[in-house]
């Protein structure tokens, strides 16, 4: 079983136009960058991009959100994205906020087959907008679907050809969760090791979820810079 690829280039071409990607990352964090890059490259449309956040306007997802291939957004952190801002502002990207758990956990569920589950967080607010509400142990709970993806991008720092990944710290983030949650899973790792060399127990994300793996390159790894506070004089 061998589910290596050449690179990012090789695979792509099963991501059609419409498709709904769920994509790793936290910020700049675990960003499967040559999958983005060469998703640009093929230029699809009419994108559902699922992820924490869109990017900044010139890495990860900010890329195809600026490149007009995104349509809708579901995610839970706009942050410093002006192009996403704009097109959100001006009615040409549709945008779907949840709270980051309950995104984490809708993905979670759509992986283990649990098709919705009930969570408190969001009622009163217009995240509970249309959905039914039940209460349990006195406090009301708000029923929220899962989430499904045609396909997942998946950044580890490890792989082998059977799929198996291994994540490095917080790049972990949303790329385990995407994984179990999409009909065809693609991992780009940052070194591809030969069967036996990854610890079994240090193995996070085993290779029955991953459908095609390859070892990317040219990681820019930048620093995403948060808000500064002026110093008091």
């Given at each position: 079983m061998n589910k290596r690829v050449a690179n990012a280039d090789a695979v792509i071409g099963r991501v059609k136009d419409g498709a709904t990607i769920?994509?790793?990352?936290?910020?700049?964090?675990?960003?499967?960058?040559?999958?983005?890059?060469?998703?640009?490259?093929?230029?699809?449309k009419n994108l559902t991009l699922v992820s924490n956040n869109p990017g900044t306007d010139s890495y990860g997802n900010g890329l195809l959100i600026g490149n007009r291939q995104v349509k809708k957004f579901i995610g839970s952190y706009v942050g410093s994205n002006k192009t996403f801002e704009k097109l959100a502002l001006g009615g040409e990207i549709e945008m779907e906020l949840n709270p980051q758990g309950t995104l984490a956990e809708?993905?979670?569920?759509?992986?283990?087959?649990?098709?919705?589950?009930?969570?408190?967080?969001?009622?009163?607010?217009?995240?509970?907008?249309?959905?039914?509400?039940?209460?349990?142990?006195?406090?009301?709970?708000?029923?929220?679907?899962?989430?499904?993806?045609?396909?997942?991008?998946?950044?580890?720092?490890?792989?082998?050809?059977?799929?198996?990944?291994?994540?490095?710290?917080?790049?972990?983030?949303f790329n385990a969760v995407v994984a179990t949650a999409a009909d065809y899973v693609i991992a780009e790792v940052e070194e591809l090791v030969e069967l036996g060399q990854l610890d079994g127990d240090a193995i996070h994300t085993p290779g029955i979820y991953v459908d095609a793996i390859f070892q990317g390159t040219n990681y820019r790894k930048p620093v995403e810079p948060g808000p500064k506070r002026k110093r008091a004089k």
């Open positions: 769920l994509m790793g990352a936290f910020g700049s964090c675990g960003v499967p960058e040559n999958l983005i890059e060469a998703l640009v490259r093929q230029g699809t809708r993905m979670r569920a759509a992986g283990a087959g649990i098709p919705a589950f009930f969570t408190p967080t969001g009622y009163g607010t217009l995240v509970a907008e249309g959905l039914e509400v039940r209460e349990f142990n006195g406090r009301p709970h708000i029923l929220v679907p899962a989430l499904r993806g045609d396909f997942a991008f998946v950044k580890a720092w490890k792989g082998d050809r059977w799929g198996n990944l291994t994540f490095r710290k917080t790049a972990r983030n």
